[in-house]
């Protein structure tokens, strides 16, 4: 079976979060841990919950 592995994170732990984001196409991973990510990678945002609750309420469709 193939998988995407990426090394993005400074924890490798979290490197597991980010390929399950990608493999389901998640548009945010929604961590209270955002040091260890980038802000961004292949098109998957990294949000506290707070930024994320912030986005949900600004836009009609933020998805």
Same mark, same amino acid.
């Given at each position: 079976? =193939?998988? !995407?592995?990426? %090394?993005?994170?400074? =924890?490798?732990? =979290? ?9 389901? +196409?998640?548009? #945010? !991973?929604? %961590?209270?841990? !955002?040091?260890? #990510?980038?802000?961004?990678?292949? +098109? *998957?945002?990294? &949000? %506290?919950?707070?930024? #994320?609750?912030? *986005? &949900?309420? @600004? @836009?009609?469709?933020?998805?």
């Amino acid at each position: 079976m =193939d998988w !995407i592995r990426v %090394t993005v994170a400074r =924890d490798p732990d =979290d490197d597991r979060v980010m390929e399950c984001a990608l493999e389901a +196409g998640a548009d #945010f !991973i929604v %961590t209270g841990n !955002i040091r260890d #990510f980038p802000a961004q990678f292949h +098109g *998957v945002r990294v &949000l %506290t919950p707070r930024d #994320f609750l912030f *986005v &949900l309420g @600004s @836009s009609p469709n933020p998805f």
